[in-house]
């Protein structure tokens, strides 16, 4: 049985290839209930196979970030830990305890954002680790959260979540204004149930929400402090979680039911690429890009 964070053998049973020197742009793409994190150039072509592979045994993925190092963020359901990763590591280097299953993580400089739930129902919270901190600092809650469904920070520690509430007609997104309580609930037109939020480095606030066709979504933007959005990135696929690259040029989804992940330009939304796998049964739950991506102010 391998080790947690012990790096895979290829299905030929040789020993598994080295890390690579991180010389260039990847992106991590996390195998949904797998715990298996793959690694593969940042190119503008389908990648055939991965450079680097490693798994947590046992262990889940729900969420990765990359942070301006280079360091790759894991949040492990599983064991409810957030673990650190130095480039082209197999083990962490660094354990965050979180006191309740971490969904989604973000970061804003040098302090880890975590928004978890409460196994036995209550409200949900965003744990702060300040300034490479492995325990929290603070945290921010609010009644309305019951179930985290994505967050995003932005370039002024803004914390954006998206929640659902303790009845289905009951969600929406909330912002902790300088990552500090109270929450300010957003007016977003309540038609977008919000499952994944990201910021892109003009500082727009992007919203996944589901359509009513199974299997896709669309993502809303929204302008610096518009509650409207101006436009919208449309056929995407259910996903958990979209990141963006250095540049914001293009931005990558996971996608949790067709077994792949894909690569689309932005603003454009035009789809770069899909890359399938048929270990992917249950398709993506984490994508990061490294190098990290350029954050802006909403």
Known sequence: MLC?????????????????????????AALTSRGVVNVYRDKDTKPKDPIFSFNLNPGTESSLVVDPQG???????????????????????????????????????DSLYVFQAMESGGSASVAIYAHGATKPTRSLTDAAIVIPQGMAVDGAGDVFVGYGGASLRKYGVGEFVGGRMPMKHLKIPHYIFPVALAIDPSGNLLIDAPR?????????IFPPGQIVPSGTLGNMPSLYQFSFTADGSAFYVGDTSDRSFRKYSYPSGAMIYKRKDSDAQFGYSGIASSPAPTVGVW
Do not use: C, H, M
């Open 212 to 220: 009513t066709t199974p299997g896709q979504s669309t993502i809303y």
């Open 71 to 109: 360091n790759l963020f894991l949040a492990d359901p599983y064991s409810t830990w957030v673990f650190e990763y130095a480039p082209g590591a197999a083990t962490p280097t660094k354990s965050f305890a979180t006191s309740q299953t971490p969904d989604s993580i973000a970061l804003n400089g």
């Open 4 to 28: 947690v964070g012990q790096v895979d053998a290829r299905s030929n049973g040789t020993a598994p290839a080295a890390a690579p020197t991180w010389a260039e742009p990847v992106v991590y």
